[in-house]
């Protein structure tokens, strides 16, 4: 026998996902939650000070996941604001329509340039207007 039938061969011992393979993931899922737990009661949330409504000096920033999406509404003319709305939602239903789309047999990432084209500029313009948003927000 050649080493790769081996390799390829049926297992001589198995176990039945349920009970032993489900009570393996409920103990991890358990533990995972716990860290978690720990870790919020330990380190805490980052707060702000208590909100006064006597004051109007205070300026709202975005969370680190909405920067981009700030950022381009900083960037864009007012009166293509709805367009602003509708496109990032585009853009992500086309990316996760591209596996659709493209449905050739090659897996190498470099033989598609149709999916890694888009999803490469994407991720660029993401990371480009998170920086220029941290760096507007947080005078970087």
Known sequence: ??????????PLQTE???PHQTFKDGIVSAA????????????????????DPATTSYTPVPEWFFLPLDELLVLVPQQLIPLVLVLPTGGVLLLLALPFI?????????????VMVPGAFAVLFVVILTLLGSGRLFNL
């Open 102 to 114: 493209d449905r050739g047999p090659e897996r190498n990432p470099f033989e598609r340039p149709a």
């Open 32 to 51: 995972l939650v716990v860290v978690v737990f720990i870790l919020a009661v330990a380190i805490g949330a980052p707060l702000e000070a208590i909100a």
């Open 1 to 10: 026998a050649a080493p790769s039938d081996e390799l390829w061969a049926a």
């Open 16 to 18: 039945d996902f349920y």
